[in-house]
Structures are given as C-alpha cells and as structure tokens.
C-alpha cells in the first residue's frame, strides 16, 4: 500500500503521485465508487489517497481509499442535474480568473465562487484579466470592483497575461501555496500559467467569435507541482457555478459584510429579504453593503441567474 496524491483527472482513470515520487495510473475500485453517489467525481485533484499496485502491470495501480480532506471546492454545475462535481480538494487559495468581455464574467459568477471558498475557509483571490483591451477604462474598473469587493475578504488583482501586466503579484500570491485556478474557457488561465511558469506550457485556446466563449483548452482537471511547495490545480473552463450544500440560512454567513450588520437584525433567524428591522437591509439602504452583493445574495438564495 502506497500513499500518493492524485494530480490528474482523466474520467475512468486518476495520475497519482506517490510519496516518493512516482507517477502511477490508477483506478477506483467499484465499491469506493458507491461511497460518494451523489458526486460525478468521487476522487478529485488533491486528494490524498492510497493505492494498491496492481501485480500485473508497471505504473498502474487501484485507489483504495481517500484520505479525509481538508477543504474542497464543489459546484452544481447545471439545473438538470442532480450531481456536484468537486473542482479540487486540500487547498491553501484559490484565484477565480475573470475578464469583462470575451468571455464575460458576472459578479454573479464571482459571487458564488467567493461564497464556495468562504464556506469552505478557503482563501480567494479575483484575478481580472485582459486590463490591457481595457484601455482608460482601468481606473475606473479597479475602483469599482474595490467598491463592491471592499469588505467581501477577497484580494482584488488586475492585470494582463497576454501582455505580462500586473502579474508579479499573482505570483507572490502563488508562491508556496496550493493553488485552484478557476473561471471561464478563453478569461486566460493558460496564458498566465505559460508566462509565468513557462516549463508548464499549457495550451491556449482560442476566442469562440459567435458565442464570445473560451474553446476548452483544458480537458481533465490537473495540478502541477512548481516546487517542493508550490502547485497549481487547473481546471476545465466552467461556463455555471451553481451553489450546493450551503442550506439557505446559512448562505447569508458567508457574506463577510453581511456577518458585521446581522447582530442588529430583530430576528434571529431573518432571511434579510422583508423582514422588519432588518440589520442588513438597513446597511444596503444606507450603502453600507454593497446592492450588487445584495442582489447576489438573493439570486442564490432563490437559485436564479445561474448561467449569467
């Protein structure tokens, strides 16, 4: 038996790395695969697990058990479907990608990836993409995602992989850390991976010029390891971001603004929608919480705009 860490998904098979460096191909056996029935990956990209090897065949081997986790990111990823699938697991960060225009990324979007990480304790990071087609419209974009983003505990970044801009603090960031990268195909995680980490030579897709959507460069979910402590989990574009597993009284603790206003709320249980002296409604109609983040908290909370 051997401990290893999976550092690729590939469907119907797992690349693990064991402890002392090896890369084995492995399998899960039929009864771990009943364990976790309502996931589409019951192992994920930063697992920690054990594998057997098989007596047969060099490199290949069986996964007989995952390691409890620290942390996972998970997602619903579309309404017709009842399975979540489980982006990474074991992370110190995570840096959701995102560009104003092809592809778009909606503050919806970005609202329910930092909720994710805030009910998971997992660190966030907004990296905008593709400032340079900004032009003078920077400023103006920084200060307003600042606005929004003030008191949400997420590291707001700008800049621009296609032209080098920006990126020298996304790699202080990265250093020593294990990281998920997110967003949709075509925002530019491959770009950034290529200019900052060059050996990795990630693919680069191109613009979908009808549907303004990514072409996904990035098939399975994958890590790789930069340094004894520094690794990187890529990840498929993701077109939705569905929220699971957070019921709906507790969706309003992972909005860090709101935890600072609901002491005032008269009930203990307020859904901060209509109800009467309401602690964070109070603080949306006075600007202190954001009405962007407001809208998002009620999106999710009534599971609408999920594809925007």
Known sequence: MLDATVIKSTGSWYIVRTNDGRIIRARTRGKMRLQIVDTSNPVAVGDLVNIEL????????????????????????????????????????????????????????????????????????????????????????????????KDAEVTILVGSARKNQGLEPLLNFISGKRILLAGHSGVGKSTILNTLFPGVRAKVGSISESHEKGKHTTTFAEMFILDKNTQIIDTPGIRDFGVVDIPDGEIAHYFPEFRAVMSQCRFNNCKHEHEPDCGVLKAVSEGIVPQERYYSYLSILHNEDMYK
């Open 54 to 149: 098989d007596a047969n065949y060099e490199n290949t081997g069986s996964i007989t058990e995952v390691k409890p986790r620290n942390n996972w990111i998970i997602r619903k990823a579309n309404k017709l479907s009842s399975k979540r699938q489980i982006l990474a697991t074991n992370l110190d960060a995570a840096i959701l990608v995102a560009s104003l225009f092809a592809p778009r990324t909606s503050l919806g979007f970005i609202d329910r990836f930092i909720l994710c990480c805030q009910s998971m304790h997992v660190p966030a990071v907004l990296f905008l993409n593709k400032t340079d087609l900004l032009k003078d419209e920077i400023t103006k974009v920084t200060e307003e995602l600042n606005r929004i983003y």
